[in-house]
C-alpha cells in the first residue's frame, strides 16, 4: 500500500513564505511524475507546480516566480516553497504522485493541507 503524507501548512501573513513537504512510503518501485494540487472553496482543484522524474518542473502562471518545486528521488519527497504569498493562494493543497507499483502505474494523493493567507 502506497501514501502520500503532506506537511508544512498554516497560516501566513501576504508576502511571507511557507514550505510544504509529501513524503510517499509502500511498496513503491518507482515515482513519475509529481506535483501539488490546490482547491480553493467553490473552485476546482487545479494543478499548481509539477516535477517528473528527471527534474523537469512545471508552474502555473498564477504561481511563476514565487513557488518552487523539488523532488528528492532517494526519499521519496516532494516540496513546494512558497514565498510572497498572496490571498488568492489561500486553498488546501494535495500532493500527487505518479507511482509505479508491482508493474502497475496509478496516481496517488495526499490527504490535503490547509493554507490560510491572511492580507
Known amino acids: 500500500q502506497v501514501q502520500l503524507v503532506e506537511s508544512g501548512g498554516g497560516l501566513v501573513q501576504a508576502g511571507g513564505s511557507l514550505r510544504l513537504s509529501c513524503a510517499a512510503s509502500?511498496?513503491?518501485?518507482?515515482?513519475?511524475?509529481m506535483g501539488w494540487y490546490r482547491q480553493a472553496p467553490g473552485k476546482q482543484r487545479e494543478l499548481v507546480a509539477g516535477?517528473?522524474?528527471?527534474?523537469?518542473?512545471y508552474y502555473a502562471d498564477s504561481v511563476k516566480g514565487r513557488f518552487t518545486i523539488s523532488r528528492d528521488n532517494a526519499k521519496n519527497t516532494v516540496t513546494l516553497q512558497m514565498n510572497s504569498l498572496k490571498p488568492e493562494d489561500a486553498a488546501v493543497y494535495y500532493c500527487?504522485?505518479?507511482?509505479?507499483?508491482?508493474?502497475?502505474?496509478?496516481?496517488?494523493w495526499g490527504q490535503g493541507t490547509q493554507v490560510t493567507v491572511s492580507s
Open positions: 516535477i517528473s522524474s528527471d527534474g523537469s518542473t
Open positions: 500527487n504522485a505518479a507511482i509505479l507499483v508491482a508493474g502497475d502505474e496509478s496516481d496517488y
Open positions: 509502500g511498496s513503491i518501485f518507482n515515482i513519475n511524475a
